[in-house]
């Protein structure tokens, strides 16, 4: 334990730009973990390798995501918000973790499979050792919890894995994190596909509301949804895409299914479709303000990096020193 407060540990890579999904979905959440954790918010810079990026827009995105997080509220002075490749000791961890952690591990892991078959001129090293570089990301800071949805519960097990077999051979030196269990939050489905997750590199334009979408671009992807067939307002398995939308609906207006069933009966796909993309602009507007002030501000920006930066360094090289002693590296004389 680093102290007597428990600690919980996320990370988003820092390429594109958050969609609807990832607000709803995570980092509404997150916000409500401070009261409870000390936490840690990455910026995975370093997890974006792994895709060719153009270091321009890298850059950009990685800055932005670090402003997006502070404007949706996550306060940067009562959370940890830092930069992954401004701690080496990620990548130092990664290295001794890969010695901990076997080809056939690796070789099951989903994600490799899914990234591979979507870059198959570029499947590199980084991609097949990914979970390796989140395990230590997790790790280095003691996470008694991780927030994770469907999609990374593969990882938090080989990380557990890795972490059981380290202690299991060298006495106790990492906590074993475990799935942190939120309010219940629907997943946020693709506008134009409502059998896939919303996703930020989806082709489709259509597809995904992003977080700094203007108003009017909100309702014109609304009314361009894929509903059903039929036109009553019902939640059901039947009616994927009335049902995504219904999702949306209640997750950024609070209301109950039931009180959204009513609400819009007797009425149209058309009128529902408007009535959520005006929740939705209302619901991020004060985000996207909160974004241009704090962006106008660049020396509180630089302020809060540095702060933070040192403060992960502090926690991520505690542990690293002690892991670096327990396998049998020469200390650095200081």
Known sequence: MLNDEKVSYSAMQSTGTLTLGNYLGALDNWVKLADEYMTFYAIADLHSLTVRQNPADLRKSARD???????????????????????????????????????????????????????????????????????????????????????????????????ERFNNIYSETFTVPEPYIGEATAKIMSLQDPEKKMSKSDDNPNASVFLMDDKDTII?????????????????????????????????????????????????????????????????????????????????IEKLIKENDEKAEYFANKTLRKVKKKVGLIERPR
């Open 65 to 163: 995501l670090y402003t997006l997080y502070a404007a949706a509220g996550l306060d940067p002075e009562e959370n940890c918000i830092y930069f992954q490749s401004h701690v080496s000791a990620h990548a130092e961890l990664a290295w001794i973790l890969n010695c901990f952690t076997y080809m056939g591990e690796l070789n099951r892991m989903t994600q490799f499979k899914d990234k591979s078959s979507k870059n198959a001129d570029n499947i590199n090293a980084g991609l097949f050792t990914y979970p390796v570089l989140m395990a230590s990301d997790i790790l280095l800071y003691q996470a008694d919890v991780v927030p994770v949805g469907a999609d990374q519960k593969q990882h938090l097990e080989i990380t557990r894995d890795i972490a």
């Open 220 to 300: 014109r992807k609304f009314k361009r949804a894929i509903t059903d067939s039929g036109s009553e307002i019902v939640y059901s398995d039947d009616k994927p895409g009335i049902q995504n939308l219904i999702n949306i609906y209640s997750c950024v207006t609070k209301k109950s299914v039931e009180e959204i069933e009513k609400e819009f009966a007797g009425k149209g796909y058309g009128d529902f479709k408007m009535a959520v993309g005006e929740a939705v602009a209302a619901r991020i507007e004060p985000i996207q303000q909160k974004f241009n002030e704090l962006q106008k501000d660049k020396e509180y």
